[in-house]
């Protein structure tokens, strides 16, 4: 008994030797340990994208022709005309951001600012209307006016960059951020669009005609009146600013140290510039760096 005890405190003793003379191993250490993007702090960045957008020029030229037939009886009803088309159009797109990150845990909230400038984002549209009017216009007991008009008109317009003022909240997992955004954005557009309106006007009353013997009858009479116009009117605006509101959801992740990459889409609608309402979808590829 007393060799086995000692036979296992030489063993000890040489394993404990061999041990000192063992390389430092870090993970022994605790020094092999992962860590998270620092996500905090100013960033900037270029992108580039690919837009849709949907322009609606419908009433495009209401308030010309309103202008044009102000206080008549064919404001009213001609005002209604959906004279033109709504239009789908998509082009490229290319910017630069720059914004703020405040970070607590996993939570990272910010402010950004970003810039785009489009290509190839415009649209047109150009139509002729021929409708017959029945105003509530006072005629003689037995009489009721109609009027023949058409109306003609063109719009269009070719949105040039926009520039965002946004918000977002993400979501920091391993390298990943994931983030929505939201905020007020700007537009800057080239518009133009033309009316002209023309009318005939006619009187329709019956004449009752008594044939003796024969019978009585009712003959339909369309008297023409006169005719009206052509009236018309154009306006051509050069570098419009339009507010409107964006929203969207995006990817950031970290490659290396302060640079990052980042995929989002964006939606953003904009007010009604000259009687066209348009919005716009953006799919974006960036890359940026934070200090």
Known sequence: ???????????????GAQ????????????????TKPNWNGWYVGGQVG?????????????????????NSVLQ????????????????TSFGAFVGRNWQ???????????????NGVHSSSTNSLTRTVFPNEIAPTGHKYNYDVTLQGSAALALKDVVTFR????????????????GFAVGRVDVSRSATVSWNKYDNWDETVIVPGVGTFIINHHDFLGSGGPL??????????????????GLEYCLWGGLFMRGEWAYTHFTNVKDISFSMNEARLGIGYKF
Not at 1 to 15: D, E, K, Q
Not at 76 to 91: D, F, I, R, Y
Not at 104 to 118: A, K, M
Request: zero cysteines.
């Open 104 to 118: 607590w845990d996993d939570i990272v909230v910010g402010f950004e600012i970003n810039y785009n400038y489009f």
């Open 167 to 182: 918000g977002r909240t993400g979501w920091a997992v391993g390298n990943a951020l994931p983030y929505v955004f939201g």
């Open 232 to 249: 018309g009117a154009q306006e051509r605006r050069g570098n419009d600013f339009v507010p409107g509101w964006t929203g969207g959801l």
């Open 50 to 70: 690919y837009a849709t957008s949907d322009m609606d020029f419908s009433h495009a030229v209401r308030s010309l022709t309103d202008f044009a037939l102000r």
């Open 1 to 15: 008994m007393r060799r086995f005890v000692l036979a296992a405190a030489m063993a000890g003793i040489t394993f």
């Open 19 to 34: 041990a000192a003379d063992l390389p430092d191993v870090p993970v022994l250490r605790g020094s092999l340990t992962t």
């Open 76 to 91: 009213a009803p001609v005002q209604e005309w959906a004279l033109l088309s709504k239009n789908h159009t998509q082009g």
